[in-house]
Antibody
Framework: EVQLVQSGGGLVQPGGSLRLSCSVSGFTFTLHEMNWVRQAPGKGLEWVANIGTSGNIVYYANSVRGRFTISRDNAKDSLYLRMDSLRPDDTAVYFC????????????WGQGALVTVS | SYVLTQPPSVSVAPGQTARITCGGNDIGRKNVHWNQQRPGQAPLLVVYDDSARPSGIPDRFSGSNSGNTATLTITRVEAGDEADYYCQVWDSGSDQPWVFGGGTKLTVL
């Protein structure tokens, strides 16, 4: 069974840092690109970052570029999001998501982790 | 960056057909994916590559894509289909390649 289990959310002051983790199981991690998506309270989905299978190609939304860093440890089947210089408008539920083979959408999602910047 | 436009809300009676649109410049040239999100839950992929269904998604869910509009169609709508629906595309060549639409709230009357 495919599982994406997130950890690391919480309350942080503006300007602070936080690291989110997403531990996966049930599939070959190295075959899939991975993503982070967030959802501010009462708002829609916002894509945040993408990382290639080997970790050497990354993309970021303009809203987080230069402040957030996506990474992965293929030996540990884990995905990470390091968030620095956090702002109140970064407050959201953050989801990790597996990208389907050949970019066929996000076929599995983590349970979400709430990050509150206040 | 690429923009996807969805109506904020769609309402339909049980048993009827719901159609949710997703507009974008020449979207017919892109692969469109649709996600369902019930309150308090993570999103769920219901259609990928315009019209394909993941395993376990009922055939009441279907999709189409042409020109400047993609459409998610839900036939024989049930109360459990009430949710937010988001379209999604990969905008190749962009430095922000994944794009979501603003979402459509489906209300089952």
């Amino acid at each position: 069974e495919v599982q994406l289990v997130q950890s690391g959310g919480g309350l942080v002051q503006p300007g602070g840092s936080l690291r989110l983790s997403c531990s996966v199981s049930g599939f070959t991690f190295t075959l899939h690109e991975m993503n982070w998506v967030r959802q501010a309270p009462g708002k829609g989905l916002e894509w945040v970052a993408n990382i290639g299978t080997s970790g050497n190609i990354v993309y970021y939304a303009n809203s987080v570029r230069g402040r957030f860093t996506i990474s992965r440890d293929n030996a540990k089947d884990s995905l990470y999001l390091r968030m620095d210089s956090l702002r109140p408008d970064d407050t959201a539920v953050y989801f990790c998501a597996r990208e389907g083979i050949s970019g066929r959408g996000f076929d599995y999602w983590g349970q979400g982790a709430l990050v509150t910047v206040s | 960056s690429y923009v996807l436009t969805q109506p904020p809300s769609v309402s339909v009676a049980p048993g009827q057909t719901a159609r949710i649109t997703c507009g974008g410049n020449d979207i017919g040239r892109k692969n469109v994916h649709w996600n369902q999100q019930r309150p308090g839950q993570a999103p769920l992929l219901v259609v990928y590559d315009d019209s394909a269904r993941p395993s376990g998604i009922p055939d009441r869910f279907s999709g189409s894509n042409s020109g400047n509009t993609a459409t998610l169609t839900i036939t024989r709508v049930e109360a459990g289909d009430e949710a937010d629906y988001y379209c999604q595309v990969w905008d190749s060549g962009s430095d922000q390649p994944w794009v979501f639409g603003g979402g459509t709230k489906l209300t089952v009357l």
